[in-house]
């Protein structure tokens, strides 16, 4: 009778353990759609070498942004939209609905990609493809445990995406030393950079990205003082699983570009992935494309489902339909009117201008008793680190906002 308390616990320790790395890889292959590779393929040729350092740069901001979210909302159990209204009330009603209106984007976008990559594997219709990927997506939230469901489709398919990449970064060669160099000193100078870096932040832990996991976490009732350092541990992970397909992804299309190259305009990291192994190389950015598309259809409407519970009690009671309606919705906006590929790399950049608002509140939740207890300390280290990369994201968003229009053109 006594070992049956102990399997329990056994058991629990495992579901737990599913669900935190389940956040990581929410939040990290939410970041991985189809404007991640985008706006990789563009920067990469663009700025060539010299994209190392924002890539550099902004993993440190994205974990001095994402240790800070989680950390207050996994110590105080509310989701973002509670952490803002009790700031200020009606501030976490704002970001809910800019972060509502950003998933929305940004997932009409991978349902686009999914049906591409789809359609790069088997050659079919690609709005049909895209159908097909929407409602693959819709059967996850069916199910009957959909939160353990999610959290292994992300595993799987995150893992699959950087196997692949780095077999295409190993056949590319791209010249590794001449990146390392320019990840600290850039030959055209820092602040040709500061629009990129913003793009990337914002892909990464921008908008809706930067609360996935964290609101994973509430959902699994990971919470509370005693697992602060679990929670700390999966925040890292998710953007440090987010940086290394970053960086191989970059180096396999940089060796492509450094090898004189000209990326297709129509579609910069499939021409990347071909001109590196040829038809293989296509099918590869194929499985890319979907794995990257699909994991982010997920995470985009569980997230942006989140933020709606504020919005009344039905949304509370009728998630995974709110779920649901929103990949609904998404899959018909794309099969009726499309979606042109550089409104992926603008969304990114948007999501970067909501970010110092979003990372701003947290911070001043952090140091509100009021919302967080009297009995809570804060980290100074990671405090400083958040206010570092509070000051960073609004400088070069602010900085990046006479360039994002042209990023249309």
């Known amino acids: 009778m006594s070992e049956l308390p102990n399997a329990a616990m056994v058991a629990a320790r495992r579901t737990s353990l599913s669900a935190l790395i389940g956040a990581a890889f929410i939040m990290a292959t939410s970041a991985i759609g189809p404007g991640f590779l985008t706006q990789t393929a563009v920067f990469t040729q663009q700025f060539k070498a010299d994209f190392a350092f924002a890539i550099l740069a902004s993993i440190i901001l994205d974990i001095g942004a994402q240790m800070n979210t989680w950390r207050v909302i996994g110590y105080t159990g509310l989701r973002g939209q509670d952490i803002g209204n009790r700031v200020l009330p009606g501030l976490g009603t704002v970001i809910a609905v800019l972060i509502v209106i950003g998933g929305l984007a940004f997932n009409i976008g991978n349902i686009a990609g999914a049906g591409l990559g789809l359609n790069v594997l088997f050659g079919l219709d690609v709005k049909w493809m895209a ?158 494309l979907w794995s990257a598309s699909i994991t982010s259809v997920v995470g985009a409407a569980y997230t942006s489902a989140s933020f709606l519970r504020g919005f009344g009690r039905w949304f509370r009671d009728h998630q995974a339909a709110t779920i649901i309606g929103f990949i609904v919705f998404s899959t018909l906006v794309f099969i009726l009117y499309g979606q042109p590929v550089k409104v992926l790399v603008v969304v990114g950049s948007l999501n970067g201008l909501i970010l110092p608002l979003t990372l701003l509140t947290m911070l001043i939740a952090a140091a509100n008793k009021r919302i967080m207890g009297a009995d809570y300390r804060h980290p100074v280290w990671l405090y400083v680190f958040g206010v570092i990369a509070l000051i960073a994201t609004a400088y070069a968003g602010i900085s990046s906002l006479g360039n994002i229009a042209s990023l249309l053109h």
């Open 131 to 288: 159908a097909v990927s929407g409602v693959i997506g819709i059967l996850i939230f069916l199910a009957k445990n959909a939160g353990p469901v999610m959290d292994r489709f992300a595993q799987i398919l995150g893992a699959l995406m950087i196997l692949v990449v780095l077999y295409v970064m190993l056949t590319s060669h791209p010249p590794v030393g001449q990146a390392i160099v320019s990840s600290v000193s850039p030959s055209m100078g820092y602040n040709a950079l500061m629009l990129p870096m913003i793009t990337l932040i914002g892909g990464t832990v921008g908008g809706y990205i930067m609360f996935a996991g964290g609101h994973r976490l509430v959902d699994a009732g990971i919470t509370g003082k005693e697992n602060l350092g679990r929670i700390a541990r999966a925040s890292l992970t998710g953007v440090l699983i987010t940086g290394l397909m970053r960086i191989i992804l970059f180096l396999a299309i940089l060796g492509v570009v450094a090898a004189g190259h000209t990326l297709a305009k129509s579609n910069p990291p499939a021409s990347a992935f071909q001109f590196a192994l040829g038809d293989l190389g296509y099918k590869f950015f194929g499985i890319v």
